[in-house]
């Protein structure tokens, strides 16, 4: 079963905007990373956070974090059109295992 | 060069064929994962390996096997492969010193059955 569930599951907006994704997870969480793919190639890991950390930041990349919620949201500022990708979280249990949720599909329009 | 690498990057097959991807890693983890992702669903784990004596199902293992040849290669095998099995595989790695949770992605195997 999906651990997370992103929402939305697409997202348009202009360059120069900032984009916000969220994700909602069921079970309890070691760190919720967040991962990015281009069309149709391999995912590349953006950012993890902790379960005992609230926030983290990562050059135009912001995370928050709420395990009382079981969600976290994904804050890319200042969009790019090369920001257009699909984003996916995922929660890490304690077993190194990740669970993926559906992803956001971002178009950044120039 | 790539970290992870996957072959082969494309495969067209047949029903009832056997097939196998295989994946490599040079960044020298432990632990080695195979994901298929379809449209919609987001990525499921098939199987997992923490070491080359260390073999897990996932959550969607039916009609898969693998093998851990090494360190360096885990390969997926499809016994008999079916349409439902079109899909893009990922394999991905995790272990290092420093960061033990991050996973590391191959380019992806895009497989059509027929």
């Known amino acids: 079963s999906q651990q997370g569930e992103e929402d939305p599951q697409a997202l348009s907006i202009q360059e120069g905007e900032n984009a916000t994704m969220n994700c909602s997870y069921k079970t309890s969480i070691n760190n919720l990373q967040w991962y990015r793919q281009n069309s149709g190639r391999g995912l590349v890991h953006l950012i993890l956070i902790r379960s005992n950390e609230r926030e983290k930041h990562s050059g135009r990349l912001r995370v928050t974090l709420d395990t009382s919620k079981k969600s976290s949201s994904l804050l890319i500022t200042a969009s790019r059109a090369a920001d257009t990708a699909s984003y996916f979280c995922?929660?890490?249990?304690?077993?190194?295992?990740?669970?993926f949720g559906k992803g956001t599909l971002l178009t950044v329009n120039p | 060069d790539a970290d992870v690498t996957q072959t082969p990057r494309n495969r067209i097959t047949k029903t009832g064929k056997r097939i196998m991807l295989e994946c490599s890693q040079t960044k020298g983890h432990d632990r080695m994962y195979w994901y298929r992702q379809d449209p919609g669903l987001g990525l499921r784990l098939i199987y997992y390996?923490?070491?080359?004596?260390?073999?897990n199902k996932g959550e969607i293992s039916d009609g898969y096997s693998v093998s851990r040849q090494a360190q360096a290669k885990f390969s997926l095998s499809l016994e008999s492969a079916i349409p439902n099995q079109t899909a893009l595989y990922f394999c991905a790695t995790s272990g290092t010193a420093a960061d033990q949770e991050t996973q590391y992605f191959g380019p992806g195997t895009r497989l059509l059955v027929l």
């Open positions: 995922a929660g890490g249990g304690s077993n190194y295992k990740l669970t």
């Open positions: 390996s923490f070491d080359v004596k260390d073999i």
